[in-house]
């Protein structure tokens, strides 16, 4: 089994790269896509936040949900600002997908 490292804080985590650290095997994608529909309605916002927050700058992801998610990008922007851009890959209105990129 590898070492395990625990940060004070999570920025010191965040500022780690994952492929110089990790040892499960795993490598990251290019582009990872959340599919937002497979994740239970009440915890939906929280995981969704928890999957944005961990993207180190410059790095992205595309959220999928089968409606607009609008009230997701408006939480974006009051609780992040411009550290997080956002631009629609598809519009409906079967999917929505939408590229999330850590500005910084």
């Known amino acids: 089994m590898g070492n395990i490292e625990i940060h004070r804080s999570r920025s010191?985590?965040?500022d780690?790269?994952?492929a110089a650290?990790?040892?499960?095997?795993e490598v990251?994608?290019?582009?990872?896509?959340?599919?937002?529909?497979?994740i239970p309605h009440a915890i939906r916002h929280a995981?969704?936040?928890g999957a944005?927050?961990?993207?180190?700058?410059?790095?992205?992801?595309?959220?999928s949900a089968t409606h607009n998610p609008l009230p997701l990008l408006t939480q974006l922007e009051a609780k992040h600002g411009a550290a997080y851009t956002t631009k629609y890959v598809?519009?409906?209105?079967?999917?929505?997908?939408?590229?999330v990129r850590n500005a910084g």
Do not use: M, Y
């Open 12 to 14: 010191e985590a965040v």
């Open 16 to 18: 780690q790269s994952h």
């Open 21 to 25: 650290n990790c040892t499960c095997g």
């Open 28 to 38: 990251d994608e290019d582009l990872p896509e959340l599919d937002v529909q497979l």
């Open 47 to 49: 995981a969704i936040f």
């Open 52 to 63: 944005i927050e961990a993207l180190r700058p410059g790095a992205a992801l595309i959220i």
């Open 90 to 99: 598809e519009q409906g209105p079967e999917r929505f997908r939408i590229l």
